[in-house]
């Protein structure tokens, strides 16, 4: 019987060990991202592998923004943003060429569900002042739309204002992951741009106005209404932004 070689199975082996034996040294040191880490030799010397073992763990360690790898000057600690996962969904949703809408809905879901949770929270810790920084954005947005104006970015900065008073980091890095997976599909796909500018204004109207009653059950069907547009327009195959 034909055997397959053992060689590359030992190396990822090995590279794995060394992966997780430079995380567990950022953790051990408790360094921060932005901190210099130490040379190749040093890990070789420390951990006792070869250098091409080193290279190719900190280069898959890069690939997961563990590590910043600037060339000539070290090896950083990285931001362990969640980079790596939007572009996993991109590409998984993208990979599915048959059914990508299928796929879109799934991160919608998953989104709806964090969002419908995080509002019931936050209906409470908003103040005034967020709310009426909400408002502001609804109004632009209005304008935009008068306009026949594209407003993404306003659209996202209304969620990020929306869960700010959380005091979260991870919630707007999740959001963000979400919706970067959302918009390159669209844009790969070449979907067109929402067509229908004045309800998606209007929806988040209706959650400002739901959440400047402290009425919860009310922010959370708004919320809900909300993701239903989206959900439709990503199903009819067109651009449907958070």
């Not at 048959?98 to 799934?106: N, P, Q, Y």
Request: some cysteine.
């Amino acid at each position: 019987m034909c055997r397959m070689p053992q060689e590359p199975v030992r190396e990822r082996r090995v590279g794995s060990q060394v992966q997780r034996a430079v995380m567990q040294l950022i953790l051990d040191r408790r360094l921060r991202p932005g901190a210099l880490l130490p040379t190749e030799a040093e890990l070789m010397e420390d951990l006792g592998v070869s250098r091409n073992s080193v290279r190719e763990a900190l280069k898959a360690l890069q690939a997961l923004d563990i590590v910043e790898i600037r060339h000539g000057y070290g090896t950083y600690v990285g931001q362990a943003s969640l980079t790596p996962l939007a572009d996993g969904l991109t590409f998984r949703t993208l990979l599915q060429l048959s059914d990508d809408t299928h796929a879109l809905a799934e991160i919608l879901q998953l989104r709806e569900v964090l969002e419908e949770g995080l509002i019931r929270r936050v209906a409470f810790l908003l103040t005034d002042g967020e709310l009426s920084e909400l408002e502001a954005l609804v109004g632009k947005m209005e304008q935009a739309a008068g306009e026949g104006t594209a407003f993404p970015d306003l659209d996202r900065e209304f969620h990020e204002t929306l869960y700010r008073s959380l005091g979260n980091e991870l919630v707007p890095q999740l959001l963000t992951a979400f919706w970067n997976v959302f918009h390159r599909v669209a844009g790969v796909r070449g979907w067109s741009n929402d067509p229908a500018p004045e309800l998606t204004v209007s929806r988040h109207r209706d959650i400002v106005t739901a959440l400047r009653a402290r009425d919860v059950p009310r922010a959370q069907r708004a919320m809900a209404d909300h993701f239903r547009g989206i959900e439709a327009r990503a199903g009819q195959g067109v651009r449907g932004v958070g």
